[in-house]
């Protein structure tokens, strides 16, 4: 017999085939953004909360604010202001997050330099 797949079931599939979580979200996501493009909300709505739902507790920052930018995207589409601000408000707060990271890292790597250049300075004496 011959088995037919939703294009979310094989995804589905072959991202749970490789243990890949948040694969299996950015492919939810990638749905959630045509079923958007093409004006089915309640559908991108659902792919959306559940590529969400897949990346609670995970550290794929960059995913996280990507669902929350398209909720909210789809919120506003759907006239429901609330839950647009508060998908807005989510997604901004992973962009802060994401740069203080970025930020702090550079910070870092600044530091790690002077340091060295200190260090040679003070062999070259």
């Known amino acids: 017999p011959q088995h037919r797949f ?24 990638e749905l959630a953004r045509l079923d958007a493009d093409h004006g089915v909300l309640d559908d991108a709505r659902t792919q959306a909360l559940a590529a969400l739902a897949l990346l609670q507790g995970s550290h794929a920052l960059p995913e996280l604010m990507r669902v929350h930018q ?40 600044l530091a790690v330099r002077h340091e060295v250049d200190l260090a040679r300075a003070e062999a070259q004496r």
């Open 6 to 29: 939703t294009p979310t079931q094989a995804l589905d599939l072959h991202a749970g085939d490789l243990g890949d979580v948040v694969g299996q979200a950015r492919s939810r996501l």
């Open 70 to 109: 398209l909720l909210s995207r789809i919120a506003k589409a759907q006239g429901d202001a609330a839950r647009a601000l508060h998908h807005h408000e989510a997604f901004h707060a992973g962009y802060a997050q994401c740069h203080d990271e970025t930020s702090a890292r550079r910070a870092s790597v």
